[in-house]
């Protein structure tokens, strides 16, 4: 199903994972998805590793959970790094494939290869482009609710935003702490003549060094009482995850009373916080 479809339909609750590292990593992903399978989510995503570090590998998973475990599935692609005939390329083997998304991204350079040539593209909103010019995807590109740390300026940020935003079909944000900036990026792309609907990112947070820093480095806050609460709990896991599940889950809520039309949660390959969060918003059909 293509995902404006799903949203026309009503409010979309969807999982994003990331592909398997290695062979141990990929036994505990798919007991993972064994495990959320029966939650049904509208749909599911994986990402695409900086500088296509996973292309064979998103692929590989994307395939199994669309034609095995029968989920709606969309693969994220970034462009850092590709030639236009590799980024074609990938589109067009998805599209023969039977998927109907794609989430169109700029990426980050690798972590240990900061200066990697950055290849044909420079922004998401080229990909947007290209996917238009090759395919039929639905395409849904990366919202950033409290501006992206590249940024010139905030407005400038929010003119980018606004811009990648119009040619695309819906938008997904990064994980969101606050509902305010939720509710700040869906009115000032309303200001700036942007309707397309914007999934909001929900990361229930268990493991606070691994989160704050990609937080920080996405160029978000991270809630000092939530980050209070988690180091009390210091190496107590359950009392962890009962505060990051308690704290997603009253989120969850105002986002989708602000008028959310989506929450895509961030599982982080992990189930049990994912299957509690969709218990408590009584999703699960238990
Ligand atoms: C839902 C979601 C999924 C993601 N999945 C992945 C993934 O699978 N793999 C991965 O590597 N990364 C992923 N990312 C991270 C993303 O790649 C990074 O945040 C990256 O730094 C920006 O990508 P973008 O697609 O938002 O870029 P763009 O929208 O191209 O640009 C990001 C920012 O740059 C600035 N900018 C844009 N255009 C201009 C311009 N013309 N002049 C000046 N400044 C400009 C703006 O502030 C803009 O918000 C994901 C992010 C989100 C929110």
Redesign the pocket.
């Known amino acids: 199903m293509r995902i404006p479809d799903l949203l026309a339909r009503g409010t979309t609750y969807s999982f994003e994972f990331g592909p398997p590292r290695d062979e141990e990593t990929e036994v505990r992903f798919w007991r993972v998805i064994d495990r959320l399978s029966r939650l049904n989510p509208s749909f599911v995503s994986v990402?695409?590793?900086?500088a296509g570090s996973t292309r064979e590998g998103t692929r590989a998973v994307v395939r199994r959970l669309k034609d095995e475990v029968g989920w709606t599935t969309m693969p994220?692609l970034?462009c850092i790094a590709h030639s236009r005939d590799d980024i074609v390329g990938i589109m067009k083997d998805y599209q023969a494939l039977g998927f109907e998304n794609l989430?169109a991204?700029?990426?980050?350079p690798p972590r240990d290869q900061p200066e990697i040539e950055p290849g044909d593209f420079r922004?998401?909103?080229e990909i947007v482009e290209l996917a238009r010019e090759h395919t039929n995807f639905a395409v849904g590109?990366?919202?950033?609710p409290e501006?992206?740390p590249?940024?010139?300026s905030a407005a400038?940020?929010r003119a980018?935003?606004a811009a990648?935003l119009r040619v695309a079909d819906f938008g997904?944000?990064?994980a969101v702490f606050d509902v305010s900036h939720y509710v700040g990026l869906v009115n000032d792309m309303a200001r700036l003549g942007v309707e397309t609907p914007i999934i909001a990112?929900v990361l229930p947070v268990m493991n606070l060094n691994q989160v704050r820093r990609m937080v920080e480095l996405?160029g978000g806050v991270f809630p000092q009482s939530l980050a209070t609460d988690l180091e009390a709990a210091g190496e107590d896991r359950a009392a962890a995850r009962a505060i990051g599940v308690g704290f997603a889950t009253r989120l969850a809520r105002e986002l989708i009373e602000a008028g959310a039309p989506g929450l895509?949660f961030y599982t982080l390959n992990l189930s049990q916080a994912t299957r509690e969060l969709f218990s408590n918003l009584g999703l699960d059909g238990t």
């Open positions: 990402t695409y590793g900086a994220h970034s989430l991204l700029r990426g980050d922004l998401a909103i590109v990366a919202m950033h501006g992206h590249h940024a010139a400038d940020d980018h935003q990648k997904i944000t990064q990112g996405s895509h």
